[in-house]
């Protein structure tokens, strides 16, 4: 069984900066087999949004909103970081790690840390 964990949510004030990890436990392969990972973001009473996604290949892709501010990287296999900046109290929401495991089975979700950016 793999799980997903996160860490690194926050208050902080308009204008600063928080760093998320996430860190994948579990069988080796199905690790490996990820296809991508990514980390949402959701409010009360609105859908979770992707924010942004790396590929096992390296590629990343953005939420227009978050764009030139979050950077997302990979320490290894196991571990993606969400490096925020500029932070807006729009950007204060619950934020989850996914991983796509392609047909090894369904999404995975962590579950979840909060980030409250105060005006």
């Known amino acids: 069984q793999v799980q997903l964990v996160e860490s690194g949510g926050g208050l902080v004030q308009a204008g600063g900066s928080l760093r998320l990890s996430c860190a994948a436990s579990?069988?080796?392969?199905?690790?490996?087999?990820?296809?991508?990972m990514a980390w949402y973001r959701q409010t009360p009473g609105t859908q979770r949004e992707l924010v942004a996604l790396?590929?096992?290949?390296?590629?990343t892709n953005y939420a227009d909103s978050v764009k030139g501010r979050f950077t997302i990287s990979r320490d290894n296999a196991k571990t993606i970081n969400l490096q925020m900046n500029s932070l807006k109290p729009e950007d204060t929401a619950v934020y989850y790690c996914n991983a796509d495991q392609g047909s090894v089975g369904g999404p995975l979700w962590g579950q979840g840390t909060q980030v409250t950016v105060s005006s």
């Open positions: 790396i590929t096992r290949g390296g590629n």
């Open positions: 579990g069988s080796i392969f199905r690790i490996a087999s990820f296809n991508a």
